[in-house]
């Protein structure tokens, strides 16, 4: 999107808003891309639409558009189609590769804006963005902070297993996600709940919390109140990969379990299975997603019934290390839809399944 149209636009577009404005609000520009990020995008535009309000959205950064969904289709991120539908300009929404392009950053300066949030918005700001707006920018984290600091905090945390997780609001430094903590809120994790739920959850608390916090963050305040991280009990919530959605069976259910959740959405988890046929001995190797389960409660398996998998009341029983066991609920054959236990075992017709156990095998 060329710059300087867009901020021929956007001057336009000041012009008539600040006309209908009796005092200027103060200019705020967001950054985030995807879906959950809309939620405090939302709370933003609800807030700045009040008379009483004392800014304004004045641009918006998000991820350049990409081939998603089914149809692979080039597409803006979820925060730019949500910002199309709720009216705003389309040349006020900046997407740059990269948020250090000097173009970008020109055009930035030339909004002057007072504060920048970021909520998930997926790319690295540079110091020279970083010492554009006086407030300084502000960060919706899904962690407490120093907890889980890096690209995925609620994958690693129910990956973990963490009982109690929640969102914090802290200022942006270079360093990753080490900035002082303005706010937070905590919340318990049950043993259910996948990170695509956890997330969306996490980031409606951290839109009410940052509007909360808003007039502090203006007024100076929250500079002054806000804590440093203790760096010595900082853990990191590296970045997930494809390659990490594997499941081995020779671990805990519980592990098993909880990785399931954390992978839940994107990459998912999958497993090796070999459907066997003891008429024709036809045996057939696939890759099975696993989508949904629960830790069996009383699994009795002996050492010797590790490779047998059973159909119990609706749920695949997996023999798991250290004599647990799994209940795989939910399940989704290559290129099919997702299914439940109960259709899988009869799509089956009498065959057998085993799952590899053996990680050479992946």
């Given at each position: 999107?060329?710059?300087?149209?867009?901020?021929?636009?956007?001057?336009?577009?000041?012009?008539?808003?600040?006309?209908?404005?009796?005092?200027?609000?103060?200019?705020?520009?967001?950054?985030?891309?995807?879906?959950?990020?809309?939620?405090?995008?939302?709370?933003?535009?609800?807030?700045?639409?009040?008379?009483?309000?004392?800014?304004?959205?004045?641009?918006?950064?998000?991820?350049?558009?990409?081939?998603?969904?089914?149809?692979?289709?080039?597409?803006?991120?979820?925060?730019?189609?949500?910002?199309?539908?709720?009216?705003?300009?389309?040349?006020?929404?900046?997407?740059?590769?990269?948020?250090?392009?000097?173009?970008?950053?020109?055009?930035?300066?030339?909004?002057?804006?007072?504060?920048?949030?970021?909520?998930?918005?997926?790319?690295?700001?540079?110091?020279?963005?970083?010492?554009?707006?006086?407030?300084?920018?502000?960060n919706i984290h899904p962690s407490l902070l120093p907890q889980y600091?890096?690209?995925?905090?609620?994958?690693?945390?129910?990956?973990?297993?963490?009982?109690?997780?929640?969102?914090?609001?802290?200022?942006?430094?270079?360093?990753?996600?080490?900035?002082?903590?303005?706010?937070?809120?905590?919340?318990?994790?049950?043993?259910?709940?996948k990170a695509p739920d956890l997330l969306a959850l996490l980031f409606?608390?951290?839109?009410?919390?940052?509007?909360?916090?808003?007039?502090?963050?203006?007024?100076?305040?929250?500079?002054?109140?806000?804590?440093?991280?203790?760096?010595?009990?900082?853990?990191?919530?590296?970045?997930?990969?494809?390659?990490?959605?594997?499941?081995?069976?020779?671990?805990?259910?519980?592990?098993?379990?909880?990785?399931?959740?954390?992978?839940?959405?994107?990459?998912?988890?999958?497993?090796?299975?070999?459907?066997?046929?003891?008429?024709?001995?036809?045996?057939?190797?696939?890759?099975?997603?696993?989508?949904?389960?629960?830790?069996?409660?009383?699994?009795?398996?002996?050492?010797?019934?590790?490779?047998?998998?059973?159909?119990?009341?609706?749920?695949?029983?997996?023999?798991?290390?250290?004599?647990?066991?799994?209940?795989?609920?939910?399940?989704?054959?290559?290129?099919?839809?997702?299914?439940?236990?109960?259709?899988?075992?009869?799509?089956?017709?009498?065959?057998?399944?085993?799952?590899?156990?053996?990680?050479?095998?992946?």
């Open positions: 999107m060329n710059s300087s149209m867009m901020l021929r636009r956007f001057f336009c577009f000041n012009a008539t808003t600040t006309s209908a404005s009796a005092s200027k609000k103060k200019p705020l520009v967001f950054l985030g891309s995807p879906q959950v990020s809309a939620t405090v995008l939302d709370a933003l535009f609800n807030t700045s639409s009040a008379p009483t309000s004392s800014f304004e959205v004045a641009a918006i950064v998000t991820q350049p558009p990409s081939r998603r969904d089914r149809g692979r289709k080039v597409l803006p991120s979820p925060v730019a189609e949500y910002a199309l539908d709720r009216g705003f300009p389309s040349d006020l929404i900046f997407t740059p590769e990269r948020a250090g392009e000097d173009k970008f950053l020109s055009a930035l300066r030339a909004l002057q804006p007072e504060l920048c949030i970021t909520a998930a918005y997926g790319n690295i700001l540079p110091t020279k963005f970083l010492n554009i707006p006086p407030l300084g920018t502000v600091r890096g690209a995925a905090p609620v994958q690693r945390a129910l990956q973990d297993g963490a009982k109690e997780t929640g969102v914090s609001l802290a200022f942006t430094v270079r360093a990753l996600d080490a900035g002082p903590v303005i706010a937070c809120e905590k919340m318990e994790v049950n043993d259910q709940i409606s608390e951290g839109s009410k919390l940052l509007i909360r916090e808003l007039p502090s963050i203006f007024d100076g305040s929250a500079r002054v109140k806000a804590q440093p991280q203790d760096d010595s009990k900082a853990t990191l919530a590296p970045k997930i990969t494809p390659e990490d959605s594997w499941l081995f069976f020779d671990q805990e259910a519980s592990v098993l379990h909880n990785k399931v959740r954390a992978f839940a959405g994107w990459p998912g988890t999958r497993a090796k299975v070999v459907i066997i046929d003891d008429k024709s001995g036809q045996q057939n190797i696939i890759d099975l997603k696993i989508i949904t389960t629960k830790v069996c409660c009383n699994p009795n398996i002996q050492a010797n019934e590790k490779d047998d998998i059973a159909y119990v009341k609706g749920a695949l029983i997996v023999p798991c290390g250290e004599c647990t066991a799994l209940e795989v609920l939910e399940v989704q054959l290559p290129g099919k839809k997702v299914v439940n236990a109960v259709a899988f075992w009869n799509g089956l017709r009498g065959r057998k399944l085993k799952f590899l156990y053996n990680r050479g095998n992946i």
